[in-house]
């Protein structure tokens, strides 16, 4: 195979495919852009006024974060996967005032409050050939998930959605909704993308509710953070007939939302891979308007904000996210622009301001300038703190997983289990 890859054939068939992309999509994009270039520099793009490298704030706050990581292939007994779940919450103080900025919380603390071992390593199953993928799934989710009252999981999101007052499922009869709410009343019946449930489709639906299964035990905790951040985007894949989460991690993502703005908890999500397009021609009009090393955010909207959308991504599905508000940022000329999503509700009631957009520009200021503040670590300049923190102690490094299937190896063998059952098929042929 080495030879073919180093042939110029290979080469060529590259060169095609490149100039193909460059033909058929790049050139289609800068005529979407073009439209949408002097409304970003002059209507959406603004710059970061930073703290002084020696601002004490006026009063401090905690700052969290959640990551997680994990394998869907830790072992396999004949058909049955293993899947080996992490997740790390990390807390900051931003302590200022005792000269000591971003100085973490003990573990100790942490475990206290959190009445869990920090990070916290969790395993789950299914078999994804015996048709119960679906329900063994819907188990590891229940399992996972601290709320345990469907009612309460799931009516969070239509109160958004509608934007309205509801107490029980019974409210939702006479809406578009109503024939739906026997669908709602169990964690399997919140599976409606049943057809896709690969081991990748499974393993990511594990790790996500892991992830707000951490964020939530938080909010519902004695640590009451100022900011609570989540790693990745505010997206909720969407049953297309029905128009409501198409997986219970949907509604779990707005259950989250709900209590955090209970209990005032600034909740957002902060990803570096993402598919906002243009990101980069942004990040240069900028540095254009702004100068080198400018600290800037810019706001990407939806329909129902003054303007409409924007063209570069009116036909992509979950740009933006449904119920949400993201933003590109940029805090160091060093790094692609991130992108940060807000509850649209929350971001309604603290961030917006109808019919006048200084006040809602200068709210935007006051965020990103918190946001800016907390991502001041050499290590991770641009990036904030407690986000990495909780990346560099929740990741699986190849090591970490070969430990862990050793360990998995020799917990087999403590049970006495035929080792053939859990050695992959192409070792018996040398491959």
Same mark, same amino acid.
């Given at each position: ?53 020696? !601002? ?8 969290? %974060? ?33 000269? !000591? ?111 707000? %299964?951490? %964020? ?14 989540? !790693? ?123 019919? !006048? ?46 430990? %862990? ?27």
């Amino acid at each position: 195979m080495l030879e073919r890859i180093l042939t110029d054939d290979f080469r060529g068939k590259l060169k095609l495919t490149f100039r193909d992309i460059e033909n058929q999509q790049d050139r289609s994009d800068e005529k979407e852009f073009a439209k949408d270039e002097v409304r970003i520099r002059e209507e959406l793009l603004d710059t970061v006024t930073p703290h002084a490298s020696d !601002d004490t704030l006026d009063e401090d706050y905690l700052i969290a %974060a959640v990551d997680g990581s994990g394998s869907g292939d830790l072992m396999t007994l004949d058909d049955v996967r293993v899947h080996l779940l992490s997740t790390s919450t990390v807390v900051l103080d931003t302590n200022t005032r005792a000269g !000591d900025p971003f100085r973490p919380l003990d573990r100790a603390t942490l475990e206290n409050a959190f009445g869990r071992a920090q990070p916290f390593l969790d395993c789950h199953w299914h078999s994804g050939v015996r048709g119960d993928a679906r329900t063994k799934m819907a188990d590891s989710l229940a399992e996972i998930y601290p709320l345990k009252d469907s009612d309460a999981l799931v009516l969070p999101f239509f109160r958004d959605i509608m934007k309205r007052q509801l107490k029980s499922m019974s409210d939702l009869s006479g809406t578009n909704y109503g024939a739906y709410t026997s669908s709602l009343g169990t964690m399997e019946s919140l599976i409606t993308r049943e057809q896709m449930l690969t081991n990748p489709a499974v393993h990511d639906e594990l790790r996500t509710a892991s992830e707000y %299964a951490a %964020a939530r035990i938080v909010l519902t905790s004695s640590i009451q953070p100022k900011y609570l951040l989540l !790693d990745g985007a505010m997206s909720i894949f969407m049953h297309q007939a029905r128009q409501y989460p198409s997986m219970p991690s949907g509604f779990m993502l707005r259950e989250l939302c709900s209590l955090a703005r209970e209990k005032h908890v600034v909740l957002c999500a902060v990803s570096k891979n993402h598919t906002i397009p243009f990101a980069h021609r942004i990040a240069r009009m900028a540095q254009e308007a702004f100068g080198e090393g400018s600290k800037w955010f810019c706001l990407l909207p939806g329909s129902e904000d003054p303007g409409g959308g924007l063209y570069i991504y009116q036909d992509r599905t979950y740009i933006p996210p449904r119920l949400a508000v993201p933003y590109l940022f940029s805090f160091s000329m060093d790094n692609r622009p991130s992108r940060i999503d807000f509850d649209r509700i929350w971001w309604l009631e603290n961030v917006f301001v109808q019919d !006048d957009p200084s006040k809602t520009r200068e709210n935007e200021k006051a965020l990103f300038q918190e946001i800016e503040f907390m991502s001041r670590d050499a290590r991770w300049y641009g990036y904030p703190v407690a986000l990495a923190l909780a990346h560099e102690e929740c990741k699986l490094s190849y090591e970490d997983l070969r430990l %862990a299937r050793e360990v998995a190896g020799d917990v087999r063998h403590e049970l006495g289990l035929d080792p053939r059952r859990t050695t992959p098929y192409r070792e018996d042929f040398n491959l």
